[in-house]
């Protein structure tokens, strides 16, 4: 759940903006509504679909690699938490950084620093990978001998690699209103996650088994070379594209005033979104779910390997029922909004969400999990997509990268905590009860708490609520 959740909304081709001055855009002329998305949004499209196929081989590669060298069901956790930390600890700051600097430019730094990590721990694995025990044999149950430098290295360059993606996702959502038309907003969003889902869960994770065939290194070179590529499409988008953004001519942020110190940036960007009626609780909302999502998956290794019996390839083809739920969600996302209403839209998320999760609990067939996951990720990439446009829509151009940013810390900040939420889970039932329980009590946690959430929400995230807010943003 990448970002996560009633009358109908306002759709894509139905949204006017004001007449504003300024130069075409990919043949876009600013203030006037166009199905158009222009070569620019298809360069941002390229690098990020290509970007996310290097993180679906990472989504095997990086938890094998960590089966390989501990069995320690906390420690795999800490690799979770390491992945999410950042989120809790830089998002704020990159708000900042997004709104004092050249966001194109933060995007592709930021990607040749993922490409750089990466391919270090490719060339430590390549050093070590002789004395580690191999995919197929993690499968036929042989013991590991705990590496823990190996590992030492993993959660370091794993935190290091996490603040690149705060500062790349943050500005790279707030560059997107640069490149495409406030009309079209929903469905570049909506094609665009789409396309990311099919590389990241439904090519990567297969294509990363099959390097792991070869050697537990290959996908670490891979996926380096996926964000250099990526880093190399989005420095053909020219420098300081105009905005077709109904409010400001230009999304790209001036140099900040000399009287303005980070701190006072920062709390211009809290207090709006504090002030919000909308984006708070949905902020808090969302990190709600995001923390229950990802105690649920932070040992998913272990569940499909101990649990599931998966091998290496069938723990890759799980991943491919949420590629095909995201996709089709991406396609449909603006159409099912408008038909039932956005309120109704974000409803259904919270409550398949948690139902899925309790299936996924008791499950132990991997096929039936591989449906729930189809299921739960329509319902993420719905939310995902209304949630993303809205946010795109109301804030303020001059305030989107800490808006964001601060809404992020409340929606990503409890990840971190929900996955150390579920080590502990783990351990702790581990000396009462079963492994086999252990690892399933995650999920059925998990189910049980959405569906109690959705009494929170539901009448906090209705339609006319943020059909009000898009309103309201027309009007300043």
């Known amino acids: 759940m990448t970002e996560t959740f009633g009358e109908p909304s306002i759709a894509a081709d139905d949204t006017d903006g004001p007449v504003i001055d300024g130069p075409v855009i990919d043949g876009n002329i600013p203030g006037v509504p166009s199905s158009r998305l222009g070569w620019n949004y298809y360069k941002l499209f390229g690098a990020s679909t290509i970007s996310n196929l290097g993180d679906g081989i990472g989504i095997i590669a990086y938890p094998w690699l960590a089966s ?51 391919l270090v721990v490719a060339a430590v694995v390549l050093v070590r990978q002789g004395s580690m025990v191999g995919p197929g044999e993690i499968e036929a149950g042989a013991p590991v001998s705990d590496d823990y ?48 889902q099919v590389a990241n869960t439904f090519v990567g994770p297969p294509l990363g088994a099959l390097l792991l065939v070869l050697a537990f290194s290959v996908p670490f070179f891979v996926d380096a070379a996926t964000f250099a590529l990526s880093a190399v499409l989005i420095t053909l988008i020219p420098r300081g594209v105009a905005s077709p953004s109904a409010r400001l001519t230009t999304a790209e942020p001036g140099p900040a005033d000399a009287d303005d110190s980070w701190w006072v940036e920062l709390k211009d960007g809290v207090r709006w979104l504090w002030g919000h009626p ?89 096929p039936l999990v591989w449906l729930m996951f189809a299921l739960s990720s329509f319902g993420a990439t719905l939310w995902n997509v209304i949630t993303v446009s809205l946010r795109q829509t109301i804030i303020p151009d001059h305030l989107l990268g800490r808006v964001n940013s601060v809404y992020r810390f409340f929606a990503w900040g409890m990840m971190p905590i929900g996955a150390l939420l579920a080590g502990l889970i783990v351990t702790v039932t581990e000396v009462f009860g079963s492994r086999e329980l252990a690892l399933r009590l995650p999920w059925l946690i998990a189910g049980v708490a959405q569906l109690l959430l959705y009494g929170f929400a539901g009448r906090r995230l209705t339609t006319e609520k943020m059909d009000q807010a898009r309103a309201d943003a027309l009007t300043e």
């Open 68 to 118: 390989a060298l501990t069995r320690n069901g906390f420690l795999i956790a800490l690799v979770a938490v390491a992945q999410r930390l950042p989120w809790l600890l830089f998002s704020l700051p990159a708000g900042v950084i997004t709104d004092r600097n050249d966001r194109r430019t933060l995007m592709v730094w930021s990607n040749w620093l993922r490409a750089a990590l990466t």
């Open 278 to 366: 909308v984006l708070r609780p949905m902020a808090i909302i969302l990190g709600l779910l995001n923390g229950l999502f990802t105690m649920s998956l932070a040992l998913f290794v272990l569940f499909g390997q101990e649990v599931l019996d998966t091998s290496p390839t069938e723990f890759a083809i799980l991943g491919t029922g949420g590629a095909i739920g995201a996709v089709i969600a991406g396609w449909v996302a603006s159409s099912v909004a408008a038909k039932i209403g956005s309120g109704p839209s974000l409803a259904t998320t919270l409550i398949g969400g948690g139902l899925t999760s309790i299936v996924i609990g008791l499950a132990s067939q991997w």
């Open 149 to 196: 430098v190996l590992y030492g290295l993993v959660l370091l360059a794993t935190v290091a690699m996490g603040m690149a993606e705060v500062l790349y996702d943050n500005s790279a959502q707030t560059f997107m209103p640069s490149v495409v038309p406030p009309a079209s907003l929903e469905k570049a969003n909506g094609r665009l996650w789409s396309a990311e």
